[in-house]
């Protein structure tokens, strides 16, 4: 049931990562004087990403609370067994970003929810970035301590 949670929870993750990293992106569009790949890549209508971002973010931090009771008995201690205080550290940061992300959702969606000035776009992007980094960072450090734990298991 674990493993099928842990899939779960990173499909969940991957698909959120793929949305918001679009959508950040997409806030970055200049005039493109010829089209690449990356012109395109930034060309969608970003709006369209916001309820499914607020959606997997919630979803995927729900699957994460669900499989944060076997991380403590079962992947925490092997990694204090192993002496690797920093993997515990950044699941800490981990942890953390994942509450002020919680946080920042609804400023984040309310910003692309309203049609905005000049200062709501800024404020938009930056909100856009902060949860991209808190949702990139989670992705990584889920991936990594995935993998020492099985490597030493």
Not at 109 to 121: C, E, I, K, T, V
Request: proline fraction near 5%; aromatic fraction near 12%; charged fraction near 15%.
């Amino acid at each position: 049931m674990i493993t099928a949670l842990l899939i779960l929870h990173g499909l969940l993750a991957v698909a959120l990562l793929g949305a918001i990293t679009h959508q950040a992106l997409a806030t970055t569009r200049r005039p493109a004087t010829r089209p690449s790949f990356v012109a395109r890549y930034r060309a969608v209508a970003a709006s369209g990403y916001a309820n499914a971002v607020v959606v997997l973010f919630i979803v995927t931090c729900i699957g994460g609370a669900l499989l944060y009771p076997p991380y403590r008995l079962d992947v925490r201690p092997t990694l204090e067994d192993l002496d690797l205080r920093a993997a515990n550290g950044v699941f800490e940061i981990k942890e953390h970003l994942a509450a002020i992300g919680l946080g920042v959702l609804p400023a984040y969606w309310f910003f692309w929810r309203q049609p905005l000035s000049a200062d709501g776009l800024i404020a938009r992007r930056y909100l856009t970035w902060l949860v991209a980094f808190i949702v990139w960072w989670n992705f990584l450090v889920g991936h990594v301590l995935n993998n020492i734990r099985g490597l030493f298991q």
